[in-house]
């Protein structure tokens, strides 16, 4: 896409969740824009709330930190969607409303027992390895009924859906084949669980948004398309 201003990247892709969702018969506003923040400056995500931008995703933990610091007079929706170390869990249990990349039981059970007193219980979708690729997280679709059992107990987290980053296809057809099997396991989750606020696809990226949103997102997760190129 053309490289444009901040507030004008974020319109285009605004225009694109509504052309996409039209092309599909969804509402427009079942799908939520995060905007994948990671390496931009604070500035960068002033630019984008000052034009109505509300949820923010990170990848890391320390620049996630201090951007918060710099924004704290923003009323802003803070997304962890990194891998996240278990002695680490601490900061994201205390400074984020969302964690996407939930993929083993022992961070979970961190996250719920440091979950202060008070806040709301923190949202979080398990991380799927859809295309089971050795170099990415998540959990493997044979496992992820056992997880997600108990990821259900633990009292301080939300269990709303699942997350995924599917391996880059040739023909944007093929792409919504990951998507159409992560959307076929949260149905599935939701038949195991009927209690649990199920409700969340976290799925599409710069690359494969239309696919995602075909296939049910209900977050798409976009970094590049909004600030530009990551160095
Ligand atoms: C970086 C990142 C994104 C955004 O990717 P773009 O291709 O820049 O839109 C989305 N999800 C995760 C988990 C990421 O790490």
Not at 72 to 91: E, M, V, Y
Not at 94 to 113: D, P
Not at 139 to 166: C, D, F, H, Q, Y
Not at 218 to 223: L, N, P
Request: charged share 25%.
């Amino acid at each position: 896409m053309r490289k444009g201003s901040i507030p004008e990247n974020l319109n285009s892709v605004a225009e694109r969740i509504v052309t996409a969702c039209r092309s599909c018969d969804r509402q427009s506003d079942a799908v939520t824009l995060l905007a994948v923040s990671k390496t931009r400056p604070a500035q960068d995500l002033r630019a984008a709330y000052d034009v109505g931008q509300r949820h923010f995703g990170e990848n890391y933990l320390q620049e996630a930190l201090d951007k918060q610091e710099a924004l704290s007079d923003c009323d802003i929706t803070w997304h962890f969607i990194g891998p996240l170390q278990s002695n680490k869990t601490r900061d994201v249990a205390e400074h984020f409303h969302w964690m996407h990349s939930l993929e083993r039981l022992k961070i979970a059970r961190r996250l719920s027992e440091q979950r202060p007193e008070g806040m709301a219980p923190l949202n979080v979708c398990l991380q799927v390895n859809i295309d089971g690729e050795d170099s990415k997280s998540g959990v493997s679709p044979e496992a992820l009924p056992a997880l997600a059992a108990k990821v259900a107990t633990l009292p301080n987290l939300r269990l709303r859906g699942l997350m995924a980053i599917p391996a880059p296809r040739g023909a944007a057809e093929d792409q919504r084949t990951p998507f159409k099997q992560l959307a076929g396991l949260l149905e599935a989750l939701k038949d195991q669980l009927p209690d649990q606020p199920l409700d969340t696809l976290s799925m599409g990226m710069s690359g494969d948004m239309e696919a995602a949103i075909f296939s049910g997102s209900t977050i798409v997760r976009i970094g590049t398309d909004i600030f530009g190129a990551r160095k």
